[in-house]
């Protein structure tokens, strides 16, 4: 009963704010409530603000004792929703797949797959010396194990 007032709640603010979209929803079992959502643009903490009141202001106190805590998908979590993968155009991502590992820049996102893009130095078909060579991979969301965004400072 109250997992599913809050779900309406939650399902309410984010059909408001429809840039925003879930990533983790949970409710232990001392009623604390955990949402961790994403934006398209990102996350403000004045978003998360909106998807607290909305939930935290919709239900009776003296009627249910819970504590809430929303927050943004971290900048370090994997990519867990298609959405996140749009947001992320041209950074370099790591993602592991059953077979191999790929660190490359996330050039296109469609409805079914990814595609990176990287540079090696291969040696010359001809000659001595290396030549710089552009590589790309197209992965299936379904072929990937984990892909998070490499941050670089």
């Given at each position: 009963m109250f997992k599913n007032t809050v779900t309406e709640l939650l399902n309410t603010a984010l059909i408001e704010r429809p840039d925003l979209f879930l990533i983790d929803f949970s409710i232990g079992t001392d009623n604390h409530i955990k949402v961790v959502i994403d934006g398209?643009?990102?996350?403000?903490v004045e978003d998360?603000?909106?998807?607290?009141?909305?939930?935290?202001?919709n239900?009776?106190?003296?009627?249910h004792d819970f504590s809430l805590e929303v927050m943004?998908?971290?900048?370090?979590a994997p990519l867990v929703n298609?959405?996140?993968?749009?947001k992320n155009i041209n950074r370099v991502l790591k993602v592991r797949t059953a077979s191999e590992k790929i660190e490359g820049t996330l050039t296109e996102v469609s409805d079914k797959e990814i595609t990176l893009g990287w540079k090696v130095r291969e040696p010359k078909p001809v000659g001595k010396g290396k030549i710089t060579v552009k590589k790309e991979?197209?992965?299936?969301?379904?072929d990937i194990v984990e892909a998070k965004v490499m941050i670089k400072f």
């Open positions: 398209d643009k990102g996350v403000l998360c603000m909106f998807v607290s009141r909305a939930i935290e202001h239900i009776d106190r003296e009627e943004s998908a971290g900048a370090t298609k959405r996140q993968y749009k991979a197209k992965i299936a969301y379904q």
